[in-house]
């Protein structure tokens, strides 16, 4: 999809995207109905979303109740992928793409951590999403495991 280019934005040529294989597992039902609409990040106080997981996919579920918090991917399916250096902004002043959380990417993988409210056979209930309604699903997981290292302090962030 083509968006047109802000001030001093560059888009780079790239190969035509090939197929990464991936699954996609589901679709997430959002009340976001178009892009202007969604939140730039989801706030766990948001509104409720669903995961709806595919049927072949539903059981992989089990277990996902005991925890309070996952990790959801997904893939911005309405995102260009060439731009390089863009003005989140539109002031003209421009970053480069790995600096930045915009959607515009090689690969548009969104990921958000979201707060689980129930289950309710195949549908996740969520809250935490920025995506659009209809989003695909990539992947869902725990945003723990029994094996993960406590983090030591992280220095201050240098963001502007
Ligand atoms: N939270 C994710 C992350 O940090 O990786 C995504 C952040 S991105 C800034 C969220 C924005 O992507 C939304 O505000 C909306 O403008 C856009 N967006 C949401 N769903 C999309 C979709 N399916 N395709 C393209 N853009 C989408």
């Given at each position: 999809m083509t968006q047109k280019l802000r001030d001093n934005e560059v888009a780079v040529a790239t190969?035509?995207?090939?197929?990464?294989?991936?699954?996609?597992i589901g679709r997430i039902r959002t009340p976001f109905t178009r892009r202007d609409l969604c939140p730039r990040q989801g706030r766990l106080d948001g509104p409720d979303c669903r995961l709806v997981l595919d049927a072949p996919w539903?059981?992989?579920?089990?277990?996902?109740?005991?925890?309070e918090f996952a990790d959801v991917l997904y893939w911005l399916h309405e995102s260009r992928r060439?731009?390089?250096?863009?003005?989140p902004r539109s002031d003209g002043a421009v970053r480069g793409v790995f600096s930045l959380r915009s959607?515009?990417?090689?690969?548009p993988i969104g990921l958000s951590k979201v707060a689980i409210l129930r289950i309710e056979g195949p549908e996740v209930i969520v809250r935490g999403l920025d995506c659009l309604d209809g989003t695909p699903l990539i992947d869902l997981k725990p945003?723990?495991?029994?094996y993960t290292i406590a983090a030591p302090d992280k220095p201050a962030d240098r963001s502007p």
């Open positions: 190969d035509a995207p090939r197929d990464a294989a991936l699954h996609f539903a059981a992989g579920l089990a277990g996902l109740e005991r925890y060439d731009l390089v250096l863009q003005s959607p515009v990417r090689p690969n945003d723990r495991c029994a």
